[in-house]
């Protein structure tokens, strides 16, 4: 087994330290503090045709449903989706067909199965996944660019989100950039912010 390194046991310890911190504003939450979805498999993102809204679908054990990810309200759901297409795998390009306004196109589903959301935003956001203390997973919020994690805890990034409880699905944003997901096994949790105002 290969020691750590002084840099490594630092960096270790210095993420299994902090606290979970609500994400840094413009971000605020969707669900208060998450929607309960048992047997989750994966997620998706999609727009909704009319109001340009972020949509989150969800796969799960129990069926197909569709959040809207400014209100959090569930838009269309789906209990006996298609046993042929009713899960991601059944697709090469982890797939599953839409639901309620989006109906006529496919959503590409993170989870389970493989796949994967946006890691970072177009104007400097990042997530990613650290596992200090396997097996439980820890997301962390970032902004700017380099090392943000020499920085001071709750300056340039944040511990927003700790897996201890379910398995840790997908996490990303939105293609967009206006939401952050994180999906586990049971619930999904949602983080948004308001659009860039155009330029002038």
Known sequence: MTELSPYQRDLRDRLSSVPVLPAPAPWQPVFEPCAAVGGLLGIGFATHPDSGNDLLMVVSTAGHGLFDAVTGERIA???????????????????????????????????????????????GWHVEVVSPVWPNDRVLLSRGSGMPHRGPHGERWWHVFHSHYSELRAVGFSPSGRTLAVATSSDVTLWRRPPRPPRP
Do not use: F, M, N, Q
Not at 83 to 96: I, K, S
Not at 109 to 121: D, F, K, N, Q, V
């Open 77 to 123: 759901r789906d209990r006996d989706p298609d046993p042929e297409t009713g899960t991601p795998d059944a697709a090469a390009d982890l797939t599953c067909p839409g639901l309620g306004p989006v109906a006529c196109s496919r959503v590409h589903i993170a989870g389970l199965y493989g796949g994967g959301l946006h890691s970072t935003t177009a104007d």
